[in-house]
């Protein structure tokens, strides 16, 4: 038995579930979507350098790694039927293996939706998953059907992820109390994706998607393919612990153009508020009403003093050298 | 407009199909997969220096990255419904992604098989494309279907792609004639993917399996996964006119261990060799019947001399240095 093969080994558990009609070993898996149902894809790659540093913990790593594609199917609304694998190793450690396989199954379990297939190769370290779901054709969230006058919802909260990043970074301003540190690092690591709020929200709400890039260059997003414009009221905003000892500035930056939050952005009729908060409610997640939809394009922040300031909608880009503060 | 925007665009043709509900720019894509039909879904990994040479042509690239992928749909014995594609890199070249997407999108238009998804990101050359298909559940050629007595049958011939490798890293035993290169570079390079052969077996055949790391190591996951023996009569091969001037030791080593052949290797019953010939036929493919299938366990070469030469059932390991000669 050759060294990939013992690889594979740690990933190949036998995990089939009601969807899975063959799994791992075959030219291809097969899954039995249900009938009348949509089939919702997505692909995430996961370079070392760029989306982790190389001393990351293996365990929430291979979390963070279907986490970042669970997300993309909460943010359609779509319930989970499993996902593939590729992998391309330097090599093969066998403790750093089975940490990983660890973390990425504990989500996968949890979310009853398992390894279906993939590959493994020798090489720089890359991580694609890609995962399938199944959702409603008439109830898929999608990013171009927000109206004008809808309310703008956001799950949990955002920013922690962010400092996190900019506190392994070193970055001077990037102050944290001690108890919060290790939650911080959590968001940032192990996000947790909003799948039984997307489900709940499915057929209810109008637009979502999920923050991986920050959330004024997410909600640009929505705008864009909607054609509409946004307030958000930065009273409105929840400002998780962590961040209150930041200046305005930086905390602002990480509420919104913080990346890796992981949270759902949403908008939905005024005349469902009731229903999105019973939503939140049946799938334990927290929610906040944020801000609007406009006819008017743009994106604007209603400061604590009334007044609109102009926000560019912009992403946050991984690793990247610096980034504009908001204006 | 980023740079990785631009090249977001090389592949986002708009592109669209009777399949696709929602194609590239939102959370996930989505599919409607035909009522009643499974999900066939395959994932491979393509890295530089592994997979390919740092100088490969880009469009051929293209090409092969979803080629492979194709070949695993064609060995279910599915129909394409669409692929995502991941692509890390490490800078922007227009020409080189230019070229790559020409050669992607030319073999995608020529199954229907529209790109719907992906991801892209800096770093060392990875290309993951992930395909998907759909086949009705009693017709996948499963691995595991393979009966003793079956005929055992092969698309195409094998042989040329590895002849083209070892052309490429100078082995002094690869001669090749002049006009021949060309052909054999071209199937290394610009693998057929033997769809429609592979749906017009579908519920004929009993098991296939799409020829990556060569007939010997692949025949042996058939023999594995079925709980099974074969023998293939030597003078039954199809030997390609670029492998004549070998030696039979290193002729063999092509025709068996080959690699990167994406021929299909089949079973089926005695009692259908018509249909899989009117099969071949309609889908313009030849076919040859090498073997059969034996109670027996094990893997035999009938030589020309009429006598059994134990076959070792091992894989080509792609730009692994040395292989064991076949026994």
Not at 260 to 275: G, H, I, N, S
């Amino acid at each position: 038995m050759g060294e990939f093969e013992l690889i594979r080994r740690h990933f190949a558990r036998g995990q089939t579930g009601p969807s899975v009609a063959l799994g791992i070993g075959d030219d291809c898996a097969l899954l039995r979507p249900s009938p009348g149902l949509q089939l919702a894809i997505s692909s995430d790659m996961l370079v070392e350098g760029r989306h982790f540093f190389p001393d990351v913990d293996p365990a929430a790593l291979g979390h963070k790694s279907l986490a970042v594609n669970l997300s993309d199917l909460a943010a359609m609304g779509a319930r989970p039927l499993g996902f593939t694998l590729a992998l391309s190793l330097p090599a093969a450690d066998d403790a750093w293996l089975k940490a990983f396989a660890d973390g990425l199954h504990a989500l996968a379990d949890a979310h009853a939706c398992p390894l279906v297939g993939g590959d493994t190769t020798r090489g720089p370290l890359n991580i694609c998953i890609t995962v399938f779901g199944e959702v409603a054709p008439e109830r898929a969230l999608r990013r171009d059907a927000a109206k004008a006058g809808d309310d703008l919802w956001l799950s949990g909260c955002t920013g922690e992820a962010r400092l996190a990043l900019e506190r392994l970074r070193g970055t001077p301003w990037a102050t944290v109390a001690t108890g919060d540190e290790a939650l911080c690092r959590q968001r940032l690591e192990r996000p947790t994706p909003r799948l039984a709020l997307g489900m709940a929200l499915a057929g209810l709400a109008h637009a979502a998607i999920d923050l991986s890039d920050g959330l004024a260059g997410d909600l640009g997003h929505i705008l864009a393919a909607s054609g509409v414009g946004a307030e958000i009221d930065r009273a409105a905003l929840p400002v998780a612990p962590a961040l209150q000892a930041l200046s305005e500035t930086h905390r602002l930056e990480c509420l919104l153009q913080g990346g890796d939050d992981y949270e759902l952005l949403f908008t939905a009729p005024q005349d469902v508020r009731q229903a999105v908060l019973a939503a939140a409610e049946i799938s334990g997640t927290p929610v906040h009403r944020i801000g609007r939809i406009t006819a008017d394009r743009g994106l604007r922040l209603l400061g604590a003093d009334g007044l609109p300031k102009d926000l560019r909608a912009r992403s946050w880009d991984h690793f990247a050298p610096g980034s504009d503060p908001v204006s």
